[in-house]
């Protein structure tokens, strides 16, 4: 039976006669801010950790470096720093130091090392402002990333699954570390995660969303070089979006054809432009000259200086190859080692991923195979990860899972398909294994970059499984300032600090004992413990007769040497 006229509406479709809301109506009114409620509260939890972390943490090893730059960006238009890493990270960074008056000398000549240094420590700016204003830009951006992860999930699996993917992407420790830096991880995946849901939604609207994900797969390659070997994967994907989208048309093979090479290269072009785009915001008219000794590119590398990319750009991938080609130390489980490990990657994801995060990611991969309703989805979530964890894996530098961490935002999306299943206590074990991992972060909290779960020790333990910016990045020269003039005023220190911070810019008077013979060090010996992971045969002989009296941000152990 057909609705009366007065329940009509232009289109034909029928509509409540009543403008008076239903009780159906209010209670999904309800819902939804409930919903609404629920993801804030998860947001507003992360927003508190990063920004916590971002004031108490010291720069950390890379940081100086982007900071810096991003001040020669401000103050001279200038790419000449920090070529290997395109310039979009670097500007987001800039539009937080454009609330400070700092400035670097015209005739400064150092490299991007002692620019940083130089930016931080030696303009007169106080540095734990000026890290927090380069910090807050990208905090946001973290936030907002969160915002596509839930969307995704509820593309996937309704409210109910955005909200459980938000909260093992809000809980995560990985993100929330890296997200709370001035780096360029968190930016470049987050950037594909977007491009990713684009491509997933341009099935129903390509002509939307097609150009959208173009738009966000060229911030990913114009925010980090690592991006890369996504590009031919979203190409790819957005081609399929378009043959979905076109099935069943009765168009001819050959006009299928034309318009799936076009998808292909119009995302590719937006690409191209996005990135020619952020190199022309620093420097309209592109003044590049090409480093010196720049590494020389042979076979299939080669083709890189063919690409229709700004020319400081393609020197970086020289700069980057040629960092792939030097052997690099890596430390896993208490080994020290020279070259890369293949199963490195995963078996750092082993120790710094929560339990419960790891037993959803395997639980979502099977069912985004297993239920039809959501197996089209697979490829979009699935094969990226994968092509970007093989890319990773393959690399030279074994320096923490900081490459990975597009993982807890793509399987986070995957996870939420748990909530279809029709099994209470499938949604119940869900349910169990989110609180176990938000347990787990914030007993952590605020010392998320040397994050371990459970099974490996938690995070003081890290530093016997892992190194560099697994655990100890740099971070907690501030906090061993703090420890050193509370707990022990007024003793000699002697000081072994991996990272870029100015020890005596906070009030740190420390030798060095590498440069005296062991029996001249006495008193207090404190070490980074990633320098402790990988120390030489003098550090081995002071440590040896040295005893731990104490241990900072699970970082930095003190030792005392009678």
Do not use: C
Request: avoid cysteine.
């Amino acid at each position: 039976m057909s609705p009366p006229p007065s329940q009509l509406s232009s289109a034909g479709e029928a509509t409540p006669a009543d403008p008076v809301p239903a009780p159906a109506g209010r209670f999904e009114w309800l819902r939804r801010w409930a919903f609404a409620i629920v993801g804030f509260v998860l947001l507003a939890q992360m927003a508190f950790a990063m920004v916590t972390t971002a004031v108490e943490q010291t720069p950390t090893i890379d940081e100086p470096v982007y900071v810096g730059t991003a001040v020669v960006y401000l103050d001279q238009h200038s790419l000449r720093y920090n070529p290997e890493h395109p310039p979009l990270g670097k500007l987001i960074i800039a539009s937080g130091l454009v609330f400070t008056d700092v400035h670097l000398d015209p005739a400064f000549a150092g490299d991007e090392t002692q620019l940083g240094r130089r930016v931080l420590y030696e303009s007169g700016s106080d540095p734990g402002r000026l890290m927090l204003l380069a910090r807050l830009p990208m905090i946001v951006l973290t936030l907002l990333f969160g915002l596509v992860v839930f969307a995704f999930a509820r593309d996937l699996a309704g409210p109910v699954g955005g909200l459980m993917a938000l909260a093992l992407y809000a809980f995560s420790p990985d993100v929330i570390a890296y997200g709370s830096l001035a780096t360029l991880d968190v930016p470049m995946a987050g950037f594909l995660l977007t491009s990713a849901w684009l491509v997933w939604r341009a099935r129903r609207r390509p002509v939307r969303y097609l150009p959208l994900a173009g738009l966000a797969l060229g911030a990913a390659i114009a925010t980090k070089m690592s991006a890369l070997p996504a590009v031919p994967v979203m190409l790819l994907l957005g081609a399929l979006s378009v043959w979905h989208f076109r099935r069943g048309s009765g168009h001819s093979p050959k006009r299928t054809a034309a318009e799936l090479a076009a998808t292909v290269i119009g995302i590719g072009l937006i690409a191209v432009a996005v990135l020619w785009a952020a190199y022309l915001a620093v420097d309209p008219h592109l003044r590049w000259q090409a480093p010196p000794g720049l590494p020389s590119l042979h076979g299939l590398r080669a083709l890189a200086d063919w690409l229709p990319v700004p020319a400081p750009y393609r020197d970086g991938m020289h700069l980057q190859f040629g960092f792939e080609d030097q052997v690099w130390s890596g430390f896993l489980f208490g080994r020290l080692y020279f070259g890369a490990l293949w199963y490195y990657l995963p078996a750092a994801i082993l120790v710094k991923t929560p339990l419960g995060t790891l037993a959803l990611w395997l639980g979502g991969i099977v069912v985004l195979l297993a239920i039809p309703r959501l197996r089209p989805a697979a490829p979009y979530l699935l094969v990226p990860s994968a092509v970007l964890l093989a890319a990773a894996m393959t690399g030279s530098r074994d320096f923490g899972v900081r490459y990975t961490v597009f993982l807890p935002m793509f399987l986070a999306v995957a996870a939420a398909g748990l909530v279809l299943l029709h099994r209470r206590w499938a949604h119940l074990t869900a349910a169990a294994l989110v609180v176990f991992t938000a347990v787990s972060s914030l007993l952590t909290f605020p010392y998320y970059l040397p994050y371990a779960n459970e099974a490996f020790g938690g995070p003081a333990q890290t530093h016997l499984r892992l190194h560099d910016s697994n655990v100890d990045w740099g971070q907690d020269l501030g906090r061993l300032a703090d420890r050193l003039h509370t707990t022990y005023p007024g003793e000699h220190v002697w000081l072994i600090y991996k990272g870029s911070g100015v020890p005596a810019h906070y009030g740190i008077e420390a030798a060095d004992p590498i440069r005296v013979p062991p029996d001249q060090v006495h008193g207090l010996l404190a070490v980074s413990d990633s320098s402790v992971a990988k120390a030489d045969a003098h550090l081995k002989a002071l440590l040896d007769t040295s005893n731990p009296i104490d241990e900072v941000g699970h970082s930095i152990t003190i030792y005392r040497r009678p």
